[in-house]
C-alpha cells in the first residue's frame, strides 16, 4: 500500500510540473480576453508551400497566437486585431481571409506592423506593406486582385487619453534622460489593459468606423521606418 501510494503522489507531482510548465508558457496571455466577444479567430487561407497551390483547409487565427509570435498581449496588437478582423473578411465573399491576395497600409508600429502582417500576409519585401504614420491606429487594407479597399478606423478615441497621456510622460522622460520607475510602468500597463478590455468588450459596430474607398491607388512607401519603441523599457525592474 505504502509503495502505490509512493507512486501515486510521484506520479501527481510529475503531473503538477508539467502543468506548471504549460502555465508558465501561457502566462504571457492574460485569461480573460479568452472568452471576449472580440477575440474570435479569423479564418484564413494561404498556400500549402514555396511552390504550392491553396490550402484545403482554412485556419483558424486569434490573438494568442498573434501574440505569441509578436511577444507580448498589448492595448496595440489587440487594437489591429480588432480593426482587422471586422475588416479583412469583408474583402472576400466567403469571409475567409485569403493571406496572399492582400495589401495593409499602416503606422510604423511594432504591434500594428506585426498583426498587419500575420494577419494579411502583407509584407514589405513583397512591396504589400507599406508605412504612412498619418495613420495613427487606422489601416487600410486592399484586395490586390480586385482593388477593393477599406480604411479601418476607432470611432472614438477618448477612452485612450488617459494612456496616451502616461506613455508620453514616460517618452519625455526617457528624452530627458530622466529615470523612468516600475511604477511608470506598471501605470501605463494598466491604464494598456483598461483600453484592451474596452475595445475586446465594445460592440464593433459603436466602436470602429469602417469606409470603403473608391479609386484607391496604393502607394509602397517605407521610408517613415524608425527604432522599436517596445524595448527601451526592457531592463527596468518589477
Known amino acids: 500500500m505504502k509503495f502505490i501510494l509512493t507512486l501515486l503522489a510521484i506520479s501527481l507531482a510529475l503531473i503538477a510540473s508539467e502543468t506548471n510548465?504549460?502555465?508558465?508558457?501561457?502566462?504571457?496571455?492574460?485569461?480573460?480576453?479568452?472568452n471576449a466577444p472580440n477575440a474570435k479567430p479569423i479564418l484564413v487561407k494561404d498556400t500549402d508551400s514555396a511552390m504550392g497551390r491553396y490550402n484545403l483547409h482554412a485556419k483558424k487565427l486569434g490573438i494568442k497566437t498573434l501574440s505569441r509570435a509578436h511577444g507580448h498581449l498589448c492595448d496595440g496588437l489587440v487594437l489591429a486585431y480588432v480593426e482587422l478582423a471586422n475588416?479583412?473578411?469583408k474583402l472576400f465573399s466567403d469571409g475567409i481571409?485569403?493571406?496572399t491576395d492582400l495589401r495593409v497600409v499602416v503606422?510604423?508600429?511594432?504591434?500594428l506592423v506585426d498583426t498587419s502582417a500575420l494577419m494579411s500576409g502583407a509584407r514589405i519585401n513583397h512591396r504589400t506593406l507599406s508605412l504612412d504614420n498619418s495613420l495613427g491606429g487606422s489601416?487600410?487594407?486592399?484586395k490586390i486582385s480586385t482593388g477593393e479597399t477599406y480604411k479601418v478606423s476607432l470611432a472614438d478615441t477618448s477612452f485612450l487619453k488617459k494612456l496616451k497621456s502616461k506613455?508620453?510622460?514616460?517618452?519625455?522622460?526617457?528624452?530627458?534622460?530622466?529615470?523612468v520607475t516600475p511604477q511608470d510602468i506598471d501605470a501605463v500597463e494598466a491604464l494598456a489593459f483598461s483600453a484592451?478590455?474596452?475595445?475586446?468588450?465594445?460592440?464593433?459596430?459603436?466602436?470602429?468606423?469602417i469606409t470603403r474607398l473608391k479609386n484607391y491607388n496604393y502607394k509602397f512607401n517605407i521610408k517613415q521606418i524608425?527604432?522599436?519603441?517596445d524595448i527601451v523599457n526592457k531592463n527596468i525592474g518589477r
Open 139 to 142: 489601416f487600410i487594407v486592399q
Open 87 to 89: 475588416t479583412l473578411p
Open 226 to 229: 524608425g527604432s522599436r519603441s
Open 107 to 111: 503606422k510604423n508600429s511594432p504591434c
Open 167 to 179: 506613455e508620453k510622460e514616460i517618452k519625455t522622460k526617457i528624452k530627458h534622460r530622466k529615470k
Open 196 to 209: 484592451m478590455k474596452y475595445m475586446l468588450n465594445t460592440d464593433p459596430k459603436k466602436l470602429l468606423k
Open 21 to 34: 510548465k504549460l502555465n508558465i508558457d501561457d502566462a504571457f496571455y492574460e485569461s480573460s480576453v479568452k
Open 97 to 99: 481571409v485569403d493571406r
